[in-house]
């Protein structure tokens, strides 16, 4: 079954087996990841581009290569397999950069598409990444700030309703006032 068939069949088509072919089919991804944001992209299970090329730096390497050679045919630019190679090496080899998936990939590749850039080169694509990458980082901390507080509140509700679904409040209550009364005598 050929992943053109599989893709169309189920559902749960992984953005690694799509750009993880030696003919590789833009279509597909843009189908199946077209409407990824930042956020959907952190939220994503795949795997990180370090663990990938842990398992297998070839894949990882391929991988990007795909992505950023197909945002290249919608400019009017020469872009080889050795410039994508070599964004891939920089982005395997620089460690702030390793935390980053696949998905983040595809949310760069879509926001070099509509950019107003013209020429595409790997200085610029390296400049994207950049700011995507800080950009993602305070979107982790907000979202992980927002979801301490969510979780503080919810801890304070679970208190206060147990406290108050206790049979004998009353009860506690005037022993523990009893209690602060005998120890400041």
Same mark, same amino acid.
């Given at each position: 079954?050929?992943?053109?068939?599989?893709?169309?069949t189920t559902? @749960?088509?992984?953005? !690694?087996? /799509?750009? #993880?072919?030696?003919?590789?089919?833009? %279509? *597909?991804?843009?189908?199946?990841?077209?409407?990824?944001?930042?956020?959907?992209?952190?939220?994503?299970?795949?795997?990180?581009?370090?663990?990938?090329?842990?398992?297998?730096?070839?894949?990882?390497?391929?991988?990007?290569?795909?992505?950023?050679?197909?945002?290249?045919?919608?400019?009017?630019?020469?872009?080889?397999?050795?410039?994508?190679?070599?964004?891939?090496?920089?982005?395997?080899?620089?460690? @702030?950069?390793?935390? !980053?998936? /696949?998905? #983040?990939?595809?949310?760069?590749?879509? %926001? *070099?598409?509509?950019?107003?850039?013209?020429?595409?080169?790997?200085?610029?694509?390296?400049?994207?990444?950049?700011?995507?990458?800080?950009?993602r980082e305070?979107?982790?901390?907000?979202?992980s700030l927002?979801?301490?507080?969510?979780?503080?509140?919810?801890?304070?509700?679970?208190?206060?309703?147990?406290?108050?679904?206790?049979?004998?409040?009353?009860?506690?209550?005037?022993?523990?006032?009893?209690? @602060?009364?005998?120890?400041?005598?």
């Amino acid at each position: 079954m050929s992943l053109s068939e599989k893709s169309s069949t189920t559902t @749960e088509v992984t953005l !690694l087996e /799509l750009t #993880d072919q030696s003919a590789y089919n833009n %279509r *597909l991804v843009v189908k199946h990841f077209g409407d990824l944001t930042m956020l959907k992209a952190l939220e994503s299970r795949g795997k990180s581009i370090g663990l990938i090329a842990k398992d297998d730096e070839d894949t990882a390497i391929r991988c990007i290569r795909n992505l950023f050679q197909s945002v290249a045919l919608y400019f009017d630019t020469n872009f080889t397999a050795s410039k994508a190679e070599t964004i891939a090496t920089e982005i395997l080899y620089k460690y @702030e950069y390793r935390n !980053l998936k /696949l998905e #983040d990939l595809v949310v760069i590749c879509i %926001r *070099l598409k509509e950019s107003e850039i013209y020429k595409l080169s790997p200085a610029r694509i390296l400049r994207e990444i950049k700011s995507y990458s800080q950009e993602r980082e305070k979107l982790a901390i907000k979202k992980s700030l927002s979801k301490e507080i969510n979780m503080n509140e919810d801890l304070e509700k679970r208190l206060q309703k147990n406290y108050y679904l206790t049979p004998d409040t009353n009860k506690l209550e005037r022993k523990r006032l009893d209690i @602060e009364h005998q120890f400041k005598k």
